[in-house]
């Protein structure tokens, strides 16, 4: 589907009004970095780093890791690349790790929290990601923050680790940026120093929807039953969107729904400014942006909020019908 929209790729994707939505794309492997190029993506806003580890029968080597996010980079040719730290969890157990066996491994010991109980792998992620970034600029994100003091320990291992880089007489990125993935609703309401610290956040849709609605995104029968345009989702969002911008810190939407026109479109119209998607959505999302004025749906969509609606998707349909 992607030559279809080929003639847009170097394109932005601006609306009506002149507000320009800026898209990104999800990667998590080396095979995915031709997309950048071929889908115009501004960069990589998400890079899944689960992959690399879980293809292994023990836990990588630093110069491996290292020598692969630096192949990531160059092929990204001076775009941004995102890079996830490991989330990891009881659900998808590494060969080498001990299984854990917990009743609910979404909401158990996985992600960040695993990362700052066993420094040592996080440690060791953080140099590989130092390492391979020199003399360009690093974007780290941590997974699933819950709450603010997660993200200042994660944030100072980082330092550390820099720290010790120099020390080591090692040359350095260009810049470093931090930023943290929120995808728990608790994390929408940390502090104001948190939204502070932060230099981007990342809504991942996937999981804050997942426990917001409590309905497992795994669990086929409930996972369909609550949509990113309830309404109730959408307050989460639009509380999201406030925090940030009173932090004046840049935040991007990368679950699967901002790949998704209907979805990409309503968040476009709340506010946000970057999504993150598949290569594949990038076109169809671009092409559909261009076509539409976002104020005026934005308007649309506060006057059926005010009567009372529980659910966009028909107000959106609908309207994108008659442009
Ligand atoms: C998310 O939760 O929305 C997300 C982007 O991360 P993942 O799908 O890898 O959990
Ligand atoms: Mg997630």
């Known amino acids: 589907a992607q030559h279809r929209y080929a003639g847009l790729r170097d394109l932005p ?13 999800n990667a998590g492997l ?11 993506a501004e960069g990589v806003g998400l890079f899944r780093t689960e992959l690399q580890f879980l293809t292994r029968t023990r836990v990588p080597r630093r110069g491996e890791l290292a020598a692969l996010y630096s192949h990531v980079l160059n092929n990204a040719h001076g775009k941004p690349v995102m890079f996830r730290t490991l989330d990891i969890g009881s659900d998808k157990v590494l060969p080498y790790m001990k299984p854990q066996d917990e009743p609910n491994p979404a909401m158990g010991w996985r992600a960040i929290r ?24 690093l974007y780290v994100m941590f997974p699933f923050v819950t ?9 100072r291992l980082l330092m550390e680790q ?29 502090p104001k120093k948190f939204f502070e610290m932060c230099d981007f956040i990342s809504v991942g849709g ?21 949509d990113a345009l309830n309404t109730s989702f ?6 999201i969107l406030q925090r940030c911008n009173e932090a004046r810190v840049p935040v991007s939407f990368c679950g699967e729904d901002a790949g998704k026109p209907i979805e990409a479109v309503t968040f476009a119209a709340l506010g946000f400014r970057r999504l993150s998607m598949r290569p594949a959505s990038i076109g169809p999302v671009k092409h559909l942006i ?15 909020r005010a009567l009372g609606e529980v659910n966009l998707r028909a107000t959106v349909t609908d309207w994108l019908a008659r442009q």
């Open 13 to 25: 994707a601006t609306d009506l009004s002149g507000s320009t939505v800026q898209l990104y794309m």
């Open 30 to 40: 080396m095979a995915d970095l031709p997309s950048l190029e071929g889908s115009g």
């Open 114 to 137: 695993v990362g700052l109980d066993k420094r040592g792998v996080l440690r060791m992620q953080l140099q590989a990601l130092i390492r391979a970034a020199v003399g360009r600029p």
């Open 147 to 155: 709450e603010m003091h997660e993200f200042e320990e994660a944030h």
């Open 162 to 190: 820099i720290a010790r880089e120099q020390r080591l007489g090692h040359p350095m990125p260009s810049d470093v940026r931090v930023g943290a993935m929120l995808e728990t609703p608790a994390l929408a309401f940390a």
């Open 206 to 226: 996937n999981d804050l929807k997942q426990f917001f609605f409590a309905a497992d995104r795994e669990n086929e029968r409930v996972r369909r039953r609550y």
């Open 234 to 239: 959408i307050c989460l969002l639009e509380q």
């Open 290 to 304: 261009r076509r539409i004025d976002l104020t005026e749906l934005r308007k649309v969509l506060d006057d059926v």
